[in-house]
């Protein structure tokens, strides 16, 4: 049960580069989340979806964009990469948010933009 | 909005010793749900310990334990016997329950030292 991965794990970026962040999940689950976790900032809500096809902003979506064709994977654009965007990014999913179940969180990617 | 705080950016602790970490949130909401979540230097985020707010009774988990106050929107961890595997980032972390789709908020996280 591989749980939730994401791909890559490393990555440097040039400035205007764009580039996609994978997340796929094998629990069948709905809710899918994207966050990035800068330091001193905790962990902040870029977009988020509640099921196929849908998608959300959450806190700080400017210069993201997200998609979820498949229940089973989430994708976090980036679509002319900034330094403001170097951040750990972290990818979530949970069955349902009325159970009161954590979310199951992948290992993160590195994204650093020069 | 709901948001959280985390006062204590660092704290340290000697091994075997207790310590508690504060996390004190806002909201309007009265169904909720509150979690713990520790980060090793791993970066995993593994969930420590969840309390519903209609739950009167703290939640306890092994060592792990939260002192709830509700009126007061107050959460606190307590680590009792403290080892060098909890040293970590701690995350206080909120959900409301009705429509709650919209994620998690976090704070900003306490770093947790353990002094061997």
């Known amino acids: 049960n591989a749980g939730v991965t994401q791909t890559p794990k490393f990555r440097v970026l040039k400035t205007g580069q764009s580039m996609t962040l994978l997340c796929a999940q094998d629990m069948n689950h709905e809710y899918m989340y994207w966050y990035r976790q800068d330091p001193g900032m905790g962990l902040r809500l870029i977009h988020y979806s509640v099921g196929e096809g849908t998608t959300a902003k959450g806190e700080v979506p400017d210069g993201y964009n997200v998609s979820r064709l498949k229940k089973q994977n989430f994708l976090l654009g980036l679509e002319s990469a900034a330094p403001s965007q170097t951040s750990v990014y972290f990818c979530?999913?949970?069955?349902?948010?009325?159970?009161?179940?954590?979310?199951?969180f992948g290992s993160g990617t590195r994204l650093t933009v020069v | 909005a709901q948001t959280v705080t985390q006062s204590q950016p660092e704290m340290s602790v000697q091994e075997a010793e207790t310590v508690t970490l504060s996390c004190t949130y806002d909201t309007s909401e009265s169904d909720y749900y509150l979690f713990w979540y520790k980060q090793p230097p791993s970066r995993q985020m593994i969930l420590v310990i969840r309390?519903?707010?209609?739950?009167?009774q703290n939640a306890t988990e092994n060592r792990f334990s939260v002192n709830f106050q509700k009126a007061a929107k107050s959460f606190s961890l307590k680590i009792s016997d403290s080892q060098l595997g909890d040293a970590a980032m701690y995350f206080c972390?909120?959900?409301?329950?009705?429509?709650?789709?919209?994620?998690?908020?976090f704070g900003k996280g306490t770093h947790l030292i353990i002094q061997p």
């Open positions: 972390a909120y959900r409301r329950n009705s429509g709650g789709a919209d994620g998690l908020t």
């Open positions: 979530a999913s949970s069955y349902s948010f009325i159970t009161g179940d954590g979310y199951t």
């Open positions: 309390q519903e707010a209609y739950k009167q």
